[in-house]
């Protein structure tokens, strides 16, 4: 994350490969209703490695039986929020599991700079390290 | 001449009657005969849909135009004919045939596409189509969804939703409409939007007293039941006399018919002193049909 390779944030499954295409996203959106999972759709200008929650794109979609309603979907986001993160999460309700188990990225921004590492000195020469992401410092929405 | 050029190996000729057998949709529609009583002109109007796709079929495997064909339907009759039993027999068709890629039936009605609140309805609409997406959407009475006498009724916005899906992702489902037929015109003539892309519109004809007392038949061998011979000429009695009353609703009405003598059989054999074997319990008599008030004179549609 922190050498921000190839200006590409590397969260999920997929992330260090080219983006996916319209087909290869169905065929996974295909793996996941075949096992049973809710498909949701999130977006978020924040992608700090620790900004778990992102916000959802609609209701997450139980009970389909094919993908291309949710294709529809991520593409109407996509069109909403164009210079955003988008990402598919599949969840898993069934128990003991109860947890995402698929989550990757379908949108990015054209540029992504990155992270910087924060040093901070503290008593006694120790160092606390961080990580803040270049673009969050402007205000929610003018990012990227 | 086969050149470099062409993208895929084109084939000289196709069999049509082997893409039929292949896809085993023969082997359905022979189900539908021998599952479904009468029907004749929807059972033929099946089998040139069904011949119509395996062209389409066929002429797609040989690179020429097919464009990809409208298959919306709409379903018209009266209660009882059939409607929901075809539509399912449909969905197996067309993804036998490759036209869907799933092949369930999400059945529904105004309340499931229609919000109750302003913006409720799109959502909602959109939620159900996803569902259906890759498969067949039934609605059922689709009339309701428009309500000409308010004109801020949310029905118009469920409906605007639906032509859009229905026209722009024409391979994605396949939408059936069905109610009953005077209804069906009228809803019809006040959305044209609708009539225009619905490709198919099968009338469901009411069933002959022959038919039904057939159907009858069928409903009493898969419960294991049986009609002792004065009960199957009290049953046709019967149906003879239920079709003239109201509110008749042709193969519903016999199930019902069926499910009250059942429980009058139940009665009558519970008020027996001593054993009663399996000949008894599968055994539906005169008197078990004949104490229906349709054999009373002062009925006014009921079964």
Redesign the interface.
Known sequence: MMTNIGARLTQGQFSFLPDLTEVQITAQLNYALKQGWAIGIEYTDDPHPRNTYWDMY??P?F????????L??INECRKTFPKHYVRVTAFDAARGWETPRMSYIVNRPKVEPGFQLVREEREGRSIRYTIRSYAADKPEGERY | MNTMSSPSPVLASVDLAAILREARVTEALEQLDGELVGLVPVKTRLREIAAFLAVEKARSALGMASGAPSLHMSFTGNPGTGKTTVAMRIAEILHRLGFV??G?LIAVTRDDLVGQYIGHTA?KT??V???A???VLFIDEAYYLYRPENERDYGQEAIEILLQVMEN?RD??VVILAGYKERMDTFFRSNPGFSSRIAHHIDFPDYSSTELSSIAGGMLERMQYRLDPAAAIAFDEYIERRQRLPHFANARSIRNALDRARLRQASRLVAIPGPVDARDLSTITEQDIRASRVFSEDNNGSD
């Open positions: 609609g209701n979609m009970d389909l039986k094919d993908p291309a309603g949710i529809k979907e | 890629r799933k369930h959502p959109k939620e189509l996803k569902r997406m890759g498969g992702q994605d489902l």
